[in-house]
């Protein structure tokens, strides 16, 4: 039963990922003066999506109840798909979803004040070393018997 909680919370984080991505070529478009901050944000969820799809693709395999460690995944991808719905809120508060349909682009601001990006990427960064090593050592499990 652990297995779908995991394989459910690693669909969502890549399917939010890939939405916040959209918004965020849409925001480079058009602010700026966020280009290091959407550069930032957008390399860090290019590494949550990699490492999710890897994930997936681990948990997915037949002789996955050998892969005791990235069982345990789940409180990782909780704690990813928190920030990254926090992050996708922030846009949608901000008046993205109106402001891309309207022709005065001036109209558009990043939503985010100073620190909060390095913030939210730092979190995502830890929970991605912590997947990460947890498929790693499931990895050597595997190949190592």
Excluded at 24 to 34: D, E, F, P
Excluded at 65 to 74: F, G, V, W, Y
Excluded at 96 to 119: D, L, M, N, S
């Amino acid at each position: 039963m652990a297995e779908l909680g995991v394989a459910a919370s690693v669909i969502a984080v890549i399917q939010l990922t890939s939405q916040i991505v959209l918004l965020l070529g849409q925001y480079g478009n058009r602010v700026k003066s966020a280009r290091d901050d959407i550069s930032r944000l957008h390399n860090q969820l290019h590494s949550v999506a990699e490492i999710s799809k890897a994930a997936q693709q681990l948990l997915e395999e037949q002789n996955n109840e050998r892969l005791k460690t990235s069982h345990k995944l789940h409180v990782h991808f909780r704690d990813i798909q928190a920030r990254l719905q926090e992050l996708e809120r922030e846009f949608n508060r901000s008046g993205t979803q109106t402001a891309i349909g309207r022709i005065r682009y001036h109209a558009v601001t990043w939503p985010f004040k100073a620190g909060k990006i390095e913030k939210l990427t730092g979190d995502l960064e830890r929970c991605t070393q912590a997947i990460s090593t947890a498929l790693q050592i499931d990895q050597a499990y595997v190949f190592g018997n």
